[in-house]
């Protein structure tokens, strides 16, 4: 049969086109508002919230919901490093996401769309803030949605009605490995799931194709998704690659589950009265809450898998100082200038490893990040060499007695950075495993301490780093007085842990490698606070224990230090 004997066909096909494109329009502008209103702090949410899978599946779910697209939730987290087994676990979460999001726009809610639409306009225009004017755009991208909807709805009596497109859609179903790569290649190409279900729900209510049919399209779908991350990780880093390869593999061992299970399905569904339109959304979800469920089950071990597969590969071209030009040919001011530049990347790659660390406190496989530590760890060692070597030579040359103080302040800082990525390779690590191994799971209480301390060593990391670029007496003050506040939050919580272990409330091991980790964390603090005590220093702010600051006479229980003279609290234990 060809298009002449149906002439309608033509229209049909440009109709369909166009609900399409709005919808998928309707969505990108729903993404773009909530990015524009919350976005933010929905990378903060991403970068910093992270206490272990659980979490991660939770909160891929609830950026899904927001963002109405696991295509999208994947990029922000993407961005933002999340990786490894977290990675998987917000995909899987991700996915669960998408399908909520189809399940409510499955209700006919196109009587809202004017509603919502005049609503996004008049906020999007008249809004007196960014987050009214995202607001105003997801609003009315949502009620473009379900105009679109309606118009697919529409579509639904011409589509039954052509005899040309209905004998299409069914010869590809009379081949099922075709029609599940055609599913997966379109949803490929529209980079949403969310668009092909609600687009097949359509044709199974206009009786185009029939619901076996639809559900077996739905898992092509739901392949078509999985390979877009993976698409996306193409060139990353190994580490990047692990969730969107096993989000896909998890995906197609749930299809190969449920596709000899499909008829059985559908003849539970029919015999609980759910139309064919709702069966596809039913086991759309269905399919991925399975999924999941079976994926949380050994996501350590399925990402360790992967991980230790993947052909080896050397980090993106490192990080190795670019700045450090000829001493005899720069003048030390300039020279300067330039080991501030390569001590920054440095200290990049030293945050880095910190926020890998930070999420991977409560993993139960930790070898992925070891390796990782370990690699970046390497490279911190490299630029320490090159950067100290660079600032001795430095020191031969005629400089003023401001400028040789500068260098002894980026000596000091430098060190630390490397002292520091000691500590997370030959100790923190070390007790993670050590943690692994004995199978032991820290409380609320040390989950909680562990994490205010890490929140508050990333609250001096900016403080440091301003310190060092610029010499800044009030970030100065601040880094001091943070280290302050830091001790004796630290102090209290080993204080209130003790008390637990004395009264039993915690095993003898837990409490010693609880008391190891922090102690590790205090050291990290001290190597990002010891910038600022030269400085203070040599404005006699600190003298014999004191700190006189703002006519402040508190004493201040730190060290004494002799003026010029730098000194790394704690740090004799530094590189133990």
Not at 202 to 226: E, K, T
Not at 256 to 275: E, R
Request: with cysteine; net charge negative; hydrophobic share 50%.
């Amino acid at each position: 049969m060809n298009l002449a004997n149906d002439p309608s066909i033509t229209q049909l096909l440009i109709a369909l086109a166009g609900g399409v494109a709005l919808l998928i329009w309707g969505l990108k502008r729903v993404q773009k508002g909530m990015n524009k209103a919350f976005g933010s702090r929905l990378a903060y949410l991403v970068r910093d919230r992270f206490a272990g899978v659980w979490s991660a599946l939770g909160l891929g779910v609830t950026l899904t919901l927001i963002l109405q697209s696991s295509t999208a939730s994947a990029l922000l987290a993407a961005s933002l490093g999340v990786q490894g087994e977290a990675g998987l676990a917000f995909l899987l979460g991700a996915d669960v996401g998408t399908t909520l999001v189809a399940l409510i726009l499955s209700f006919d809610l196109s009587a809202l769309s004017p509603l919502l639409i005049a609503v996004g306009v008049g906020l999007e225009l008249r809004g007196g803030s960014k987050r009214q004017q995202g607001a105003g755009q997801a609003a009315m991208g949502l009620g473009l949605m379900l105009l679109a909807l309606g118009m697919l709805r529409n579509l639904a009596e011409p589509l039954q009605a052509s005899q040309l497109f209905v004998e299409m859609m069914r010869s590809l179903l009379a081949e099922p490995w075709l029609a599940l790569l055609f599913a997966a290649l379109i949803t490929f190409m529209l980079h949403s799931s969310l668009v092909m279900v609600l687009l097949l729900a359509g044709m199974v209510a206009a009786q185009v194709i029939d619901p076996v049919g639809g559900m077996m399209l739905v898992l092509g779908v739901n392949i078509g998704s999985a390979l877009i991350p993976v698409f996306m990780s193409k060139g990353a880093s190994n580490a990047k690659r692990v969730a969107p390869i096993g989000n896909l593999l998890l995906r197609f061992i749930g299809m190969l589950a449920f596709l000899p299970a499909l008829p059985w399905i559908n003849d539970i569904m029919t015999s609980m009265s759910f139309t064919g339109a709702w069966q596809l959304v039913l086991l759309h979800c269905l399919f991925n809450l399975a999924v999941a469920s079976f994926g949380m089950l050994i996501v350590s071990k399925l990402a360790g898998w992967i991980d230790q597969r993947l052909p080896a590969q050397k980090l993106t071209p490192t990080p190795a100082p670019k700045y450090l030009d000829d001493v005899e040919d720069t003048t030390p001011s300039a020279a300067i200038a330039n080991v501030v530049r390569d001590t920054l990347t440095m200290g990049d790659l030293l945050e880095e490893m910190l926020r890998d660390m930070h999420q991977g406190l409560h993993r139960k496989n930790v070898d992925a990040l070891a390796k990782k530590i370990q690699q970046s760890d390497d490279i911190i060692d490299d630029f320490h060499q090159q950067i100290n070597a660079y600032l001795l030579e430095l020191g031969g040359q005629d400089m003023t007695l401001e400028e040789r103080s500068r260098c002894q302040d980026l000596l000091l800082f430098t060190t630390n950075i490397e002292h520091a990525g000691d500590i997370l390779e030959r100790s923190i690590i070390m007790l993670l495993k050590k943690k692994t191994n004995l199978h032991i799971e820290f409380g609320d209480y040390e989950k909680q301490a562990i994490e205010q301390c890490m929140q508050a060593l990333f609250e001096v990391m900016p403080m440091s780093f301003q310190v060092m670029m610029s010499e800044d007496m009030d970030a100065a003050r601040s880094l001091f007085q943070a280290k302050q506040s830091f001790n004796q939050l630290h102090q209290d919580y080993l204080d209130g842990q003790q008390q637990q272990a004395m009264e039993q409330q915690i095993s003898p091991v837990a409490h010693v490698l609880f008391t190891d980790i922090m102690r590790d964390v205090k050291r990290l603090h001290s190597h990002f606070t010891a910038i600022a005590y030269p400085l203070l220093s040599r404005q006699g702010e600190l003298h014999h224990s004191r700190w006189r600051g703002n006519g402040d006479e508190d004493d201040m229980d730190t060290m004494p230090m002799p003026a010029n003279q730098p000194v790394v609290e704690e740090a004799e234990d530094a590189k133990a």
